[in-house]
């Protein structure tokens, strides 16, 4: 337990300086440069923003964590002999951030080999941080727990970008197949739609073509709310690709069933 205060109180710490430098840029003219094709867009977005924000959270880690690696989406890895990791997604959700819409956050997580110590979804424009480890999730340090939900009849699913963010029509059409039969659909939230799983708002998200640095902080917040979340195919998620989601584990079986069944 000291142990996670202690990576708690870094958290927060990683949180305020992050949202420092993320909030100085929003909702201001920036230069928007493209990395290159994503998914089934010919545009993957990166600023300023994205690289300054990454470059003060690995400032914090390497002064508080000198022997731990670093893993991020804008700059190259940081290998070290320790079995601990920091994986970093300055801001998830580039295209909202553009866009002045406030879906977007700051992804943290601590791996100690295959397992997750704390993980962070911050939204600091709505001033809501998560914080997710094995004995439970927070907002803003009160508790927060996924709601049942046994069946997608029930179920408010959600995805990023239905068009664009899968890879092909064979997993845009497992999507709709899932959200077909769900009470109701919201999309485009980026992280905050996990976020909203974690407290209980939300039900199920299903995406694809993830990378480590887009899932990994996520998956302390959903687990520590009572949630869960794996690949398609049921299996625990150790770097990204196809993701479930879900809030309640009989909806997930649920889920995986459908995206599994050949029609």
Request: include cysteine.
């Amino acid at each position: 337990m000291d142990n996670e205060k202690d990576y708690i109180t870094f958290m927060n710490e990683i949180g305020d300086a992050a949202a420092a430098v993320s909030l100085k840029y929003f909702k201001k003219p920036l230069d928007i440069l493209s990395k290159g094709k994503k998914l089934g867009t010919e545009f993957d977005p990166v600023t300023v923003a994205d690289r300054n924000t990454e470059f003060a959270i690995r400032e914090l880690i390497r002064e508080k964590y000198p022997t731990h690696s670093i893993m991020g989406e804008e700059h190259a890895d940081e290998t070290k002999s320790s079995n601990y990791k920091w994986i970093i997604d300055p801001i998830d959700g580039t295209r909202a951030y553009i866009t002045g819409v406030p879906t977007w956050g700051t992804l943290v997580a601590l791996k100690n080999g295959d397992d997750h110590e704390i993980g962070m979804i911050d939204q600091p424009y709505l001033k809501e941080r998560f914080i997710g480890t094995k004995n439970g999730s927070t907002m803003n340090g009160a508790p927060i727990k996924c709601r049942p939900c046994d069946t997608i009849f029930n179920a408010t699913i959600s995805t990023t970008d239905p068009l664009q963010l899968f890879k092909d029509d064979d997993e845009q059409d497992l999507f709709f197949r899932v959200a077909a039969g769900a009470k109701m659909m919201r999309n485009g939230y980026d992280c905050y739609a996990y976020a909203m799983v974690a407290m209980g708002f939300m039900d199920v998200v299903v995406e694809a073509g993830l990378e480590a640095y887009d899932i990994q902080g996520i998956i302390p917040v959903i687990e520590g709310a009572g949630g869960i979340v794996t690949n398609w195919q049921g299996e625990k998620v150790t770097e990204g690709g196809q993701i479930v989601a879900c809030g309640d584990k009989r909806l997930h079986e649920q889920v995986i069933g459908l995206l599994n069944t050949t029609i």
